[in-house]
């Protein structure tokens, strides 16, 4: 069972928000497909090069200490995934009270509906 | 040290007059952005004198800290950007939407594509690219008009996908070398390329989010909707397609270098860039609203840009970089005096506005000198960059292939130049006298970059590029001969619309551009598996 790992697991669940993002009409489902490839990517930099018998980077560990930069990294990551979705959701409620719709495709005709003046 | 200040001076300076909201506030923000642009004018005059400058955060040494590095085309880059931002800024202060907040979030977007260009740190770039969508996809619907929520939210979301993309293969790239720097990164490449067969899933990662940000062929679709959005202010409009798509292909250039000794695969990148610049001048000619022409325009010229960095000669490659620079100037001056033009006629119909020579004399000497620019002109800008393009081209085929390209853009904006004649009304513009000047001036650099182009070819990137005065003639006819060539065509048959219906727009959905992105990354993968 060792390619049931971190890695490849991102891996999956990665193009499962791809898939989430190109199947789905619905503009909140985007959005969830995109936090899903984000979840993704940072179960990907937690598990490259880790073991499991390495020790916090706590105070001054002698050996085996696992890697702080991608955990360092990731916390950036995260933050900047709240705040796309929150800043995606605002947009998006702001968009369903000037079209009505959560359909991608709806939303699309209405938009081309209107034409230059 | 210096570069620093490149980034924390317009976050503070916008912080203090966004919160402190004084009365000169536009005032101060347009003489920080003047100390600015000297600020790297003096830095490039000292890259130039004693070599690239390299600072790290935090005093750590180069490979843990995050670097930044302004070497000979980083901090040219630097140095347009700066004052690319005073132009916009002295444009675009005197309108009713321009109030604090717009210019916060104005200035910090000057630091973070500053950012883009100086830093050497793939998560920094990851960071700043991330946190400029998101600027962006506000400005982009600043004015909250419904047509422009939609494009912005799939601007953002686009992209997002796409560095999702780009963070993946930071993962890869963490997880092969242990390490971000890019120097650091290209070295190791460089001592080892046995390693060729790991870095295939990063490339088609990384090329992916570059590729989505310099809207090639398959994943343009964002940009005419970001771009060319009616509500979006001009000088938003000006300052993402004439700079903030060229952190796309500054990225693009970066990603290739890096991966070079490895990977190389121009060819595929040619054909793309061949395609672009193909197809993004079939979409401008069926469009009939001013922005969307020069936003399709943009992709055209991205398109050519690609074709020269990929060409495989050295000539085409400075020829491709000298061209993101004139592209930078020129197209900002169209979208600028596009946007004085729309907001006199106050349409952006194509058909319905006539007569801006008489009306708007001075918006149209910039608008002609820009247009003279992009198409090639002979002693404008573009002819040079386009010269030295076209110097290094390996065989016939992308010579007559660069001759189409050029024909097009200049078939575009023969049928562009429409609207500046016609019915003559008896008003003169009321616009303020600021702003025309502020179209011209870039207007004239569009010249003084053509005649001086030499000087500014070696004052700039160091690079001795000869010109041969017999095959510079020799385009000059063939110009010549493209616009003959082009009015017959303009009048025989776009002005008679046939095989042609204008106001036709290739709208993909989110969905689709997602399987477009989903589809290049495969088609990469596969590409680059194979050679």
């Not at chain 2, 502020?438 to 010109?467: K, P, S």
Request: hydrophobic share 55%; charged share 10%.
């Amino acid at each position: 069972m060792d390619f049931i790992n971190g890695e490849n697991i991102a891996l999956v669940l990665f193009f499962i928000g791809i898939y989430g993002v190109i199947a789905r009409r619905n503009i909140v489902k985007s959005i969830i497909s995109i936090g899903i490839m984000d979840s993704a990517v940072i179960l990907f930099f937690l598990t490259i090069n880790n073991s499991v018998d390495s020790v916090p980077p706590v105070g001054n560990p002698v050996s085996n200490m696992a890697d702080p930069l991608p955990q360092a990294l990731m916390i950036t990551a995260i933050v900047i995934g709240v705040s796309i979705t929150a800043m995606s959701m605002a947009m998006f409620i702001y968009l369903y009270h000037k079209y009505g719709t959560t359909n991608w495709k709806k939303a699309r005709l209405k938009r081309m509906e209107n034409k230059i003046q | 040290m210096i570069l620093y200040f490149f980034i924390a001076v317009p976050v503070f300076s916008a912080t203090l007059i966004y919160l402190v909201s004084f009365r000169y506030a536009k005032i101060t923000a347009i003489l920080i952005q003047t100390a600015l642009f000297a600020a790297s004018v003096h830095t490039f005059l000292k890259v130039r004198s004693t070599g690239e400058i390299v600072a790290t955060l935090g005093g750590w040494e180069s490979v843990a800290g995050i670097t930044l590095k302004a070497d000979s085309i980083s901090v040219v880059f630097l140095m347009l950007t700066t004052f690319l931002f005073l132009a916009y800024l002295i444009f675009g202060l005197i309108e009713d939407y321009a109030d604090n907040l717009f210019i916060f979030l104005f200035i910090v977007l000057q630091s973070l594509i500053a950012t883009i260009f100086l830093s050497n740190d793939l998560f920094n770039i990851y960071l700043v690219v991330e946190v400029s969508t998101m600027l962006v996809a506000v400005l982009i619907m600043f004015k909250k008009d419904s047509r422009s929520i939609y494009d912005g939210l799939i601007y953002l979301l686009t992209n997002i996908v796409a560095m999702g993309f780009f963070l993946f293969g930071i993962g890869y790239m963490y997880k092969i070398f242990g390490v971000l720097n890019i120097s650091t990164i290209t070295q190791m490449i460089e001592n080892n390329p046995d390693i060729a067969g790991s870095l295939y899933m990063p490339f088609a990662l990384l090329i992916t989010g570059a590729g989505l940000k310099c809207a090639i062929m398959p994943l343009f679709s964002w940009l005419p909707k970001a771009h060319g959005t009616p509500s979006a202010p001009s000088i938003v409009s000006a300052v993402l397609s004439g700079l903030y798509v060229k952190g796309g292909i500054y990225l693009f250039i970066r990603i290739r270098d890096m991966f070079l000794p490895a990977i190389n695969v121009d060819g595929y990148f040619l054909v793309i860039g061949i395609v672009t610049a193909v197809g993004g001048i079939i979409l401008a000619l069926l469009q009939k609203d001013i922005k969307l022409i020069l936003a399709y325009s943009t992709i055209s010229q991205l398109g050519l840009i690609m074709m020269g960095l990929t060409m495989g000669s050295y000539y085409s490659y400075w020829g491709a970089i000298l061209h993101i620079f004139n592209h930078a100037v020129f197209k900002s001056a169209l979208f600028m005096s596009a946007g004085l033009i729309v907001k006199e006629f106050k349409t952006r119909n194509i058909y319905k506005i006539k007569g801006v020579l008489y009306r708007m004399p001075i918006v149209s000497i910039a608008a002609f000198m820009a247009m003279l620019g992009i198409t090639g002109a002979p002693l404008f800008n573009g002819s040079i960059s386009k010269y030295f393009l076209q110097g290094g081209t390996p065989g016939d085929i992308m010579q007559i292939v660069l001759v189409v390209v050029n024909f097009g853009t200049i078939l575009l904006f023969i049928d562009y130049s429409r609207m500046f004649f016609g019915k003559i009304s008896e008003k003169k513009t009321t616009m303020s006298i600021i702003r025309q000047l502020t179209v011209l001036v870039m207007g004239i650099i569009c010249f003084l970059g053509g005649i001086q182009g030499f000087v500014i070819n070696r004052l700039f990137f160091d690079i001795g590029l000869e010109i041969d005065y017999m095959s510079y003639t020799t385009k000059m006819l063939v110009y010549i001969a493209s616009i003959v060539i082009g009015f017959i065509v303009h009048n025989f048959v776009i002005k008679k619309s046939l095989f042609i219906t204008r106001g036709y727009s290739l709208e993909l959905s989110f969905n689709n551009v997602c399987l477009t992105i989903f589809l290049f990354f495969m088609a990469t993968l596969i590409v680059v598996g194979f050679t």
